[in-house]
C-alpha cells in the first residue's frame, strides 16, 4: 500500500508528540522525586526545632505514599502532593499564551502537573471518606524543566514569568513552605447553621462510621480562587 501524504504526517505526530511528551514526564517525576527529598529533610528539621516544644501528640511526619504520591502531616493538616502521569496543554483562553517564550514555541507550553492538596488529618485517620479536601497550589515542569506555579499565595513564578528559571531545590523549598504556611493558617470554620440542622437516623445509627458526617474547612462555604 503506497503512502499518503496524511499518513506521513500522522506518523511523523506520532514520533514528535511522543518525544515531547516523554521528557515532559522525564522532568516532571524527576522534579517530584526532589520534591519528595526536600520534603523528607524540611520534616526532620522542622521536627527537631519544635522538639520539647510541643505536646508529643502534634506530629510532623512526612510519608512516602507510592511512585506518585506523597504526604507531610503538620499537627491537624495533612498536605498530600501528587503527581499526574499525563502531558497537559492549555485551553486556548488560558493566560500563558500571552507568554512569549511559549508564543516563540508552542511545544514549550506542554507540561506536567504536580498538585497539592490540604485534607484534615483526622479525616484519614477516622476513615471520613466523605470529607472535603482542598486543591491549594499545583506546580507545572515542561520539557526544558522550566515552571510556574498556580495556588494559594503562590507567586515564585506566575504564568507571565513562564521560561525564566528551571526548577531547582531553592525553588521547591519556596514552594513548600508556601503550601505549609498557607495549610497551617487555612482554619476550620463551623459549617453554617442551614447546613447542619438536619441529620438522619442512619448517620447516627451506623456505628464506626465516621465518613457519614461530612467535614471540611470550607464546608458549606465558597473556595475562592482570588490569589491563584
Same mark, same amino acid.
Not at 523528607?40 to 526545632?49: K, Q, R
Not at 517564550?101 to 484519614?124: H, K, M, P
Not at 515552571?147 to 521547591?172: C, W
Not at 513552605?177 to 442512619?202: G, M, Q, S
Given at each position: 500500500?503506497?503512502?499518503?501524504?496524511?499518513?506521513?504526517?500522522?506518523?511523523?505526530?506520532?514520533?514528535?508528540?511522543?518525544?515531547?511528551?516523554?521528557?515532559?514526564?522525564?522532568?516532571?517525576? &524527576? /522534579?517530584?522525586?526532589?520534591?519528595?527529598?526536600?520534603?523528607?529533610?524540611? /520534616?526532620?528539621?522542622?521536627?527537631?526545632?519544635?522538639?520539647?516544644?510541643?505536646?508529643?501528640?502534634?506530629?510532623?511526619?512526612?510519608?512516602?505514599?507510592?511512585?506518585?504520591? &506523597? !504526604?507531610?502531616?503538620?499537627?491537624?493538616?495533612?498536605?498530600?502532593?501528587?503527581?499526574?502521569?499525563?502531558?497537559?496543554?492549555?485551553?486556548?483562553?488560558?493566560? *500563558?499564551?500571552?507568554?512569549?517564550?511559549? !508564543?516563540?514555541?508552542?511545544?514549550?507550553?506542554?507540561? =506536567?502537573?504536580?498538585? *497539592?492538596?490540604?485534607?484534615?488529618? /483526622?479525616?484519614?485517620?477516622?476513615?471520613?471518606?466523605?470529607?472535603? =479536601?482542598?486543591?491549594? =497550589?499545583?506546580?507545572?515542569?515542561?520539557?526544558?524543566?522550566?515552571?510556574?506555579?498556580?495556588?494559594?499565595? !503562590?507567586?515564585?513564578?506566575? %504564568? &507571565?514569568?513562564?521560561?525564566?528559571? !528551571?526548577?531547582?531545590?531553592? &525553588?521547591?523549598?519556596?514552594?513548600?513552605?508556601?503550601? *505549609?504556611?498557607?495549610?497551617?493558617?487555612?482554619?476550620?470554620?463551623? %459549617? %453554617?447553621?442551614?447546613?447542619?440542622?438536619?441529620?438522619?437516623?442512619?448517620?447516627?445509627?451506623?456505628?464506626?462510621?465516621?465518613?457519614?458526617?461530612?467535614?471540611?474547612?470550607?464546608?458549606?462555604?465558597?473556595?475562592?480562587?482570588?490569589? *491563584?
Amino acid at each position: 500500500m503506497e503512502t499518503t501524504s496524511l499518513r506521513e504526517k500522522i506518523l511523523s505526530t506520532i514520533i514528535e508528540k511522543s518525544m515531547l511528551k516523554q521528557r515532559v514526564f522525564d522532568n516532571t517525576f &524527576a /522534579a517530584f522525586n526532589m520534591l519528595k527529598e526536600v520534603l523528607l529533610e524540611m /520534616a526532620s528539621e522542622m521536627d527537631d526545632a519544635l522538639e520539647g516544644k510541643l505536646d508529643k501528640r502534634v506530629r510532623l511526619e512526612y510519608r512516602d505514599r507510592g511512585k506518585y504520591e &506523597a !504526604q507531610l502531616q503538620i499537627a491537624d493538616d495533612l498536605l498530600i502532593f501528587r503527581m499526574n502521569t499525563d502531558v497537559y496543554e492549555f485551553e486556548s483562553s488560558h493566560v *500563558i499564551w500571552q507568554n512569549p517564550y511559549v !508564543q516563540t514555541n508552542r511545544d514549550n507550553s506542554y507540561c =506536567g502537573v504536580i498538585n *497539592i492538596y490540604n485534607f484534615l488529618s /483526622a479525616s484519614f485517620k477516622m476513615n471520613r471518606y466523605d470529607d472535603e =479536601g482542598y486543591l491549594t =497550589g499545583r506546580l507545572f515542569i515542561n520539557r526544558e524543566r522550566m515552571f510556574f506555579v498556580e495556588g494559594k499565595r !503562590q507567586k515564585l513564578i506566575r %504564568p &507571565a514569568s513562564f521560561g525564566t528559571e !528551571q526548577i531547582d531545590r531553592t &525553588a521547591m523549598v519556596s514552594i513548600l513552605e508556601t503550601a *505549609i504556611d498557607y495549610a497551617i493558617n487555612f482554619d476550620l470554620l463551623v %459549617p %453554617p447553621y442551614e447546613d447542619c440542622k438536619r441529620v438522619t437516623v442512619d448517620q447516627f445509627n451506623t456505628k464506626m462510621d465516621n465518613s457519614k458526617f461530612i467535614t471540611g474547612k470550607r464546608l458549606g462555604y465558597k473556595f475562592n480562587v482570588d490569589d *491563584i
